[in-house]
Antibody, heavy 126, light 110 residues
Framework: EMQLVESGGTLVQPEGSLRLSCVAS????????MDWVRQVPGKGLAWVAR????????STVDFAEGRFTISRDNAKNTMYLQMNRLRAEDTAVYYC???????????????????WGQGTTVTVSS | QTVVTQEPSLTVSPGGTVTLTCGSS?????????PYWFQQKPGQAPKTLIS???NRHSWTPVRFSGSLLGGKAALTLSGAQPEDEADYYC??????????FGGGTKLTVL
């Protein structure tokens, strides 16, 4: 059974840092793009970042540029989101998701998610 | 700033058929946008219903289908069930730009 389990969400002060983790199981982790998606309470979904199978390519949404860094450790089947200089507006549930299979150039602009974690809650408040 | 538009809310009768649409401010939605559709119920994580315009997953009920319709991506629910009441989000890829979610459609089965 394919599964994604996030952890690391907690209450953090403004300007603080946090690292979220996502452990994958049930599929060949390094064959897939992986994404982070967030949802502000009561609002819609927002794509945050993605990383390809061998971690050589990453992209991040504008509001996270320079503050959030996506990474992965294929030996541990784990993806991370390092979040720095957190703001109140970063308060959200953060979901880990599996993207399309990494087919190299053919998949560069092919975004999407088929498997989702249960989410981890980040609250930024003093 | 690219905007992906969905109907804010729709209502369907039990057993009825409803079509949700997903448009793009950049022009017609095509297969090159790889449209995805997600279902989200209160307090739950999203669940992927449709990938790449038309592809159902093993967990997707056959009453859900995806297509392109009039320059938009479309999700059609045929034979609505009470358990289909949820928020539905579409998601589009863009060459040379960041992907975008639509604002979501709140579907009521009544």
């Amino acid at each position: 059974e394919m599964q994604l389990v996030e952890s690391g969400g907690t209450l953090v002060q403004p300007e603080g840092s946090l690292r979220l983790s996502c452990v994958a199981s049930g599929f060949t982790f390094n064959n897939y793009w992986m994404d982070w998606v967030r949802q502000v309470p009561g609002k819609g979904l927002a794509w945050v970042a993605r990383i390809n199978g061998d971690a050589s390519l990453r992209s991040t949404v504008d509001f996270a540029e320079g503050r959030f860094t996506i990474s992965r450790d294929n030996a541990k089947n784990t993806m991370y989101l390092q979040m720095n200089r957190l703001r109140a507006e970063d308060t959200a549930v953060y979901y880990c998701s599996r993207g399309p299979m990494d087919r190299g150039v053919a998949s560069y602009h092919h975004y999407g998610m088929d498997v989702w974690g249960q989410g981890t809650t980040v609250t930024v408040s003093s | 700033q690219t905007v992906v538009t969905q109907e804010p809310s729709l209502t369907v009768s039990p057993g009825g058929t409803v079509t949700l649409t997903c448009g793009s401010s950049t022009g017609p939605v095509t297969n090159d946008h790889y449209p995805y559709w997600f279902q989200q119920k209160p307090g739950q994580a999203p669940k992927t219903l449709i990938s790449d315009t038309t592809n159902r997953h093993s967990w997707t009920p056959v009453r859900f289908s995806g297509s392109l319709l009039g320059g938009k991506a479309a999700l059609t629910l045929s034979g609505a069930q009470p358990e289909d009441e949820a928020d539905y989000y579409c998601f589009l890829s863009y060459r040379g730009a960041r992907p975008e979610f639509g604002g979501g459609t709140k579907l009521t089965v009544l």
